[in-house]
């Protein structure tokens, strides 16, 4: 399926062909992009012959351009309210995008936005949460579902009924460079910076990985670049903090006994890659709307992590 980058659509050919032209929003983050897999392809499925474009925001756009749903990605300079030019630009690539259906994935105040920045002669079928779209999500329980079941919910009410499962098997890497052993598991200690609550202390997984040293399991460290300097107080493992890519992350998680990390992107990545996941739950977040989803997932909650003994996840771990 080619696909082209787009930041405009002016004078797109395929308005002229009669071939349906169809938008997904999709701004982030990286884990709600993942528990959004199931969604998508369900889209793809539905709309066979659709060009299908999505709009995503910047740091995710080059990795969507590697899914199979997507012909076209739209990048969101997410523009402030009050910034008039931006939103007056956001608003013509939308328009020449000719969209007859737009599925907003995102639902969120700033997506449903968007709606009325297509001219209202023209607004496309829109099924979300916007004031006015013609396929509204009139669910009264999706503020308290998981993304997985009220993204599936929304798109019954707009028509479609059949939702393969969440499949990264497309998405791979190059792991032979690192030269791991053969038994491992992934640690994945960090989360967003500003939620710094979400993190299980860096002390706990050195504890972690000295036990499973112990079991002759090793012990390897992913996250994101600016997680770096967790690496320093857990040298027990083996440091894959900031190289990694999404295929590599992949890839891991398919050679790795199990995973244990906090509520963080990479988390639901690797559990729906197909790795045995135990996700680490401060009362910060709900893991009944956003736990990982896998084959094996397993979710330890406390208000304070900090309360969590490295006991209690050793106890949790696969057989």
């Not at 200690?189 to 112990?214: I, M, N």
Request: with cysteine; hydrophobic share 40%.
């Amino acid at each position: 399926m080619a696909r082209r980058d787009q930041t405009t659509m002016d004078n797109s050919p395929h308005a002229e062909t009669g071939r349906q032209n169809v938008l997904i929003v999709k701004l982030g983050a990286f884990g709600n992009i993942i528990l959004s897999l199931a969604a998508f392809a369900a889209i793809r499925q539905h709309h066979r012959n659709a060009r299908i474009s999505v709009l995503t925001s910047a740091p995710f756009a080059d990795w969507l351009r590697t899914f199979p749903y997507f012909d076209d990605v739209l990048v969101d300079a997410r523009p402030a309210r009050w910034d008039l030019p931006g939103l007056r630009r956001l608003g013509r690539m939308l328009t020449a995008g000719h969209f007859s259906r737009v599925y907003d994935l995102q639902t969120s105040a700033r997506s449903s936005r968007y709606f009325h920045l297509f001219p209202a002669k023209h607004r496309p079928e829109w099924s979300g949460i916007a004031f006015g779209c013609a396929l509204p999500d009139r669910d009264p329980r999706r503020n308290v579902l998981h993304d997985t079941e009220r993204q599936q919910g929304q798109l019954r009410q707009a028509g479609i009924s059949m939702f393969p499962p969440a499949d990264l098997s497309w998405c791979r890497g190059d792991i032979g460079r690192f030269g791991l052993p053969a038994d491992f598991a992934l640690l994945v200690p960090g989360s967003s910076p500003d939620r710094l609550v979400k993190r299980w202390p860096a002390e706990h997984y050195q504890a972690l990985a000295e036990r499973l040293a112990e079991r002759g399991i090793a012990s390897v460290i992913v996250g994101g670049a600016a997680e770096n300097g967790l690496a320093a107080n857990i040298p027990a493992a083996i440091n894959l903090i900031g190289q990694t890519s999404f295929g590599d992350l992949a890839d891991l998680a398919r050679a790795a006994r199990f995973a244990v990390g906090n509520d963080t992107g990479p988390m639901h990545l690797i559990a729906t890659a197909g790795c045995a996941a135990i996700t680490l739950f401060s009362n910060d977040s709900n893991p009944a709307q956003c736990a990982p989803r896998g084959r094996w997932t397993r979710v330890l909650q406390r208000p304070n992590l900090t309360d969590l003994p490295v006991e209690a996840v050793l106890e949790s771990l696969p057989p």
